[in-house]
């Protein structure tokens, strides 16, 4: 006998972080209805996890929420670099690196930058832009059980406040539900990787008098050395409020008790070189850096996003970013397949996708621990500065997946960035002009198909029509160029064809998460035929 259900929708997602709440961003601005669970009462309430990256903030401020978050990162806007020193009041200091951006040379490739902003600030503006969307997010619901089958999962939930159970009916599931993924475990997915890092507890602490000492230093994070209260510094509001990263050993049998109020406040005191700090604790929480990563990112109608299917070292903030991004290659893929312009089987590209760039980026982040000598973490010998970070943060690719005319052996991560518009890459970023307001190119991949051709194009951009409407595949084709009859015209000096790596009369295809799918340098004799082809290919069809 079948359960009884009690909602129906095409998509349940698990997890109400910062991946699960990004995900359901993603969805709603695709038009896919959704619920979203998360066991806890509320959003977190602790702050960490304030890295993100430039190629997550393209992908806010495509979903139209980039303002948002940089004015409730506000706080934290002039903090740049990461400082290594013995304790604060000493004269020995090392910049790890100065600024983010020396230079703001970033902005020649995005319409956007890094941004500062904890967790605790970020996932209410998630989960404010998710619910003016039409999310459905019920906190303080547990998922207990799933059943799936060929047609859909079966999802026992309950209300931890009332105790109160659901049976909800999904087409998929997307499990967002942390490192220990109760979700993973009943698929009975493995993992691969170094396993545990390092241990910390993260400590919030008030203390008035140690702006005095930070002074204008306004660093991301500091690195204090000392070797009897080594930790990390991170400041909330550069006033009062700030977090300690303090070593754990729970191999060593220390257990999380031992961190008491006197210990913590002990310890930052020495750490930071001010015996007679007045710290007051207001919370501590463990956290775990380890390096695993899924052995499959799916299984059957059920998808693994953010940490549930990888594990990163801290440093650099990979992994929360790793996870957004996660979400947004898995969300227009179920959007696609929901809709019916892609088959099922683009559903299997996800994992062929974001598995390989998981695997190099957790190896980057292990290493860029070890080179900045993160505490609690041994340094590997032979580990020397990392290069390529952009590369890691941007540059990486899929050659394999979704994709046509790529390299399948080619570098998932290049060792320096580069922005060609080769099919598995990011499509290039340009500043374009339209009826004289001017807008990226990255403005235009979200929610179709896009061709783009350069002035001597028309015959791409009339056979990529023709082809979608024999596809029904919503599909948007661009005329560039500085022509008055082009579609969209690039700043005065910019050669759009040479930044795409076409021709005039070439063309490329972007997929909806700004991916390059397909790309002819030049004319051929059939253009609709060869578009109908490449998107056949890249959906599936």
Request: a negative charge; one cysteine or more; aromatic letters at 6%.
């Amino acid at each position: 006998m079948n359960p009884k259900v009690d909602d129906r929708v095409p998509v349940l997602i698990v997890g109400g972080s910062l991946v699960g709440l990004s995900a359901a961003l993603f969805l709603g601005r695709l038009g896919v209805r959704h619920l979203l669970v998360e066991k806890h009462a509320d959003t977190s309430r602790h702050p960490r996890g304030r890295g993100n990256n430039v190629r997550t903030m393209e992908l806010y401020r495509v979903a139209g929420i980039e303002a948002a978050i940089r004015e409730a990162a506000s706080v934290l806007a002039p903090n740049h670099g990461i400082l290594q020193a013995p304790s604060l009041t000493g004269e020995e200091q090392e910049w790890l690196f100065r600024e983010i951006d020396p230079g703001g040379r970033l902005a020649r490739f995005s319409p956007s930058s890094w941004c500062l902003c904890s967790q605790n600030d970020l996932e209410p503006v998630l989960r404010h832009a998710a619910r003016d969307l039409g999310a459905d997010i019920r906190f303080g619901t547990e998922l207990l059980s799933f059943e799936q089958d060929d047609e859909g999962v079966t999802a026992l939930l309950r209300s931890r406040e009332t105790g109160e159970e659901r049976t909800v009916r999904a087409q998929y599931l997307v499990a967002a539900d942390g490192p220990r993924s109760p979700a993973r475990t009943a698929l009975g997915i493995g993992q691969t990787g170094k396993g545990e890092l390092f241990h910390n507890v993260s400590i919030t602490f008030r203390a008035k008098r140690l702006a005095e000492a930070v002074g204008d230093r306004h660093f991301i994070a500091c690195y204090l050395t000392n070797p009897e209260a080594d930790g990390a510094l991170l400041p909330v509001d550069n006033r009062e409020e700030w977090v300690f990263h303090a070593p754990w050993h729970p191999e060593h049998g220390e257990p999380l008790e031992a961190f008491t109020d006197e210990r913590c406040a002990r310890h930052i005191r020495a750490a930071v070189g001010m015996p007679e700090l007045d710290v007051e604790v207001t919370g501590r929480a463990p956290w775990h850096a380890a390096e695993r990563v899924a052995e499959g990112y799916s299984s059957g109608r059920v998808f693994l996003a953010g940490d549930s299917a990888h594990e990163m070292s801290p440093t650099g903030a990979f992994g929360s970013n790793t996870g957004i991004q996660d979400a947004h290659n898995l969300a227009w893929k179920l959007a696609a397949v929901l809709c019916g312009w892609a088959g099922p089987g683009l559903l299997d590209t996800y994992g062929q996708e974001r598995r390989p760039v998981a695997r190099v980026t957790s190896e980057r982040a292990s290493a860029r621990s070890a080179e900045h000598s993160h505490p609690g973490y041994a340094v590997v010998p032979g580990v020397g500065r990392q290069a390529g970070v952009l590369a890691v943060a941007l540059g990486y690719r899929y050659p394999q997946g979704a994709v046509t005319g790529t390299d399948p052996q080619g570098a998932v991560v290049p060792e320096a960035f580069e922005s060609a518009g080769e099919p598995g890459s990011r499509a290039p970023h340009q500043w374009l002009l339209r009826a004289g307001v001017r807008l990226s190119t990255l403005d235009l991949y979200e929610q179709t198909m896009v061709l783009l051709t350069g002035s001597a194009g028309t015959a791409w951009q009339e056979g990529a029509r023709r082809a979608a409407d024999r596809l029904a595949v919503p599909l948007e084709a661009f005329r560039i160029g500085p022509d008055g009859e082009d579609d969209l015209a690039p700043e005065p000096g910019e050669d759009f064809a040479a930044l795409h790596g076409i021709g005039p009369d070439g063309a490329l295809l972007v997929r909806p998460d700004g991916f390059v799918a397909w790309r002819a340098q030049g004319p051929v004799e059939d253009p609709a035929g060869e578009v109908e082809r490449a998107l056949r290919e890249v959906l599936s069809l």
